[in-house]
Nanobody
Framework: HVQLVESGGASVQTGGSLRLSCAFS????????MAWFRQAPGKEREGVAF???????AVADSVKGRFTISKDDAKTTLYLQMNSLKPEDTAMYYC????????????????????WGQGTQVTVSS
């Protein structure tokens, strides 16, 4: 089993930056692939960024050039650096993990992941 705990969410103004963290513990072999998702009120959860066990990453088009995902296995922490934030980035942000290798077409499919954190709120005001 794996425990995921997100932190770093806050209220910021448009154009600001935040770095989210997701501390993982337990059987860390189950964190071979990890991702960040977000869910805004009244909307479906959507994938934001992904990293696999070899360091390959992917980001959604909506955040490309602004968000960066990274993983520090020594610190057992996943990060999401968010720059140039916009009001439409307002959402609850979740980290997710799976022990499986993920096909590129499924990196932002939430059914791919079997471990989830509780989320951290990001609010961007104009």
């Amino acid at each position: 089993h794996v425990q995921l705990v997100e932190s770093g969410g806050a209220s910021v103004q448009t154009g600001g930056s935040l770095r989210l963290s997701c501390a993982f513990s337990g059987n860390t072999r189950n964190t071979h692939c990890m991702a960040w998702f977000r869910q805004a009120p009244g909307k479906e959860r959507e994938g934001v960024a992904f990293v696999d066990g070899t360091g390959n990453t992917a980001v959604a088009d909506s955040v490309k050039g602004r968000f960066t995902i990274s993983k520090d296995d020594a610190k057992t922490t996943l990060y999401l650096q968010m720059n140039s934030l916009k009001p439409e980035d307002t959402a609850m942000y979740y980290c997710a993990a799976t022990e499986r290798t993920v096909l590129s077409a499924l990196v932002f499919d939430e059914t791919t992941y079997n471990y989830w954190g509780q989320g951290t709120q990001v609010t961007v005001s104009s």
